[in-house]
T-cell receptor, first 114, second 110 residues
Framework: NAGVMQNPRHLVRRRGQEARLRCSPMKGHSHVYWYRQLPEEGLKFMVYLQKENIIDESGMPKERFSAEFPKEGPSILRIQQVVRGDSAAYFC????????????FGSGTRLTVV | QKEVEQNSGPLSVPEGAIASLNCTYSDRGSQSFFWYRQYSGKSPELIMSIYSNGDKEDGRFTAQLNKASQYVSLLIRDSQPSDSATYLCAVGGQGGKLIFGQGTELSVKP
């Protein structure tokens, strides 16, 4: 039973490029959450999605960031025109329902912008 | 006031001692409470969940919840060096997402 799968594990982008982070939830989980973690800081909520729907994107920066969870395929977090401040660990989590179930986290994508 | 606050670390305890980690939250409507453990460079791992007032024990871990005081704690008995990690308190409320505290770093010295 595979867990939450994130890829790539490490991603290096030059300033101005696009970053695409992928997340496949656990089997049977239909709720996906994206969090960002800066060094020495806690997890900051970005977006909550269900299949084909964005439920809560209150933590997403208004510009350059977008997320989707299509009917088929993984959830994608997309960052356009990356800047050095986007360098962080991005974690995806999934659950069978809302937050009351708790989450299972993927291994994360470490984004470095050079 | 932050939505979820944890006591600032790092917290250092000797091997075999009890480690006590604390967390307060601001949303009185919160219904679910979790403790995650995160080793350096790794992803968070769920270790405890609690939903009602009182204590919940699982092995060496005990979670305590007091909704009236808006307070959650985690006790680790017989602490081991392998318990050295950052512990994250998470609170679930309305809207379906978890809000995390900033984490408390625990160091267990042999």
């Amino acid at each position: 039973n595979a867990g939450v799968m994130q890829n790539p594990r490490h991603l290096v982008r030059r300033r101005g490029q696009e970053a695409r982070l992928r997340c496949s939830p656990m089997k049977g989980h239909s709720h996906v959450y994206w969090y960002r973690q800066l060094p020495e800081e806690g997890l900051k909520f970005m977006v909550y999605l269900q299949k084909e729907n964005i439920i809560d994107e209150s933590g997403m920066p208004k510009e350059r960031f977008s997320a989707e969870f299509p009917k088929e395929g993984p959830s994608i977090l997309r960052i356009q025109q990356v800047v050095r401040g986007d360098s962080a660990a991005y974690f995806c989590a999934s659950s069978p329902g809302d937050s009351n179930y708790g989450y299972t986290f993927g291994s994360g994508t470490r984004l470095t912008v050079v | 006031q932050k939505e979820v606050e944890q006591n600032s670390g790092p917290l250092s305890v000797p091997e075999g001692a009890i480690a006590s980690l604390n967390c307060t939250y601001s949303d009185r409507g919160s219904q679910s409470f979790f403790w995650y453990r995160q080793y350096s460079g790794k992803s968070p791992e769920l270790i405890m969940s609690i939903y009602s007032n009182g204590d919940k024990e699982d092995g060496r871990f005990t979670a305590q919840l007091n909704k009236a005081s808006q307070y959650v704690s985690l006790l680790i008995r017989d602490s081991q060096p392998s318990d050295s990690a950052t512990y994250l308190c998470a609170v679930g409320g309305q809207g379906g997402k978890l809000i995390f505290g900033q984490g408390t770093e625990l160091s267990v010295k042999p």
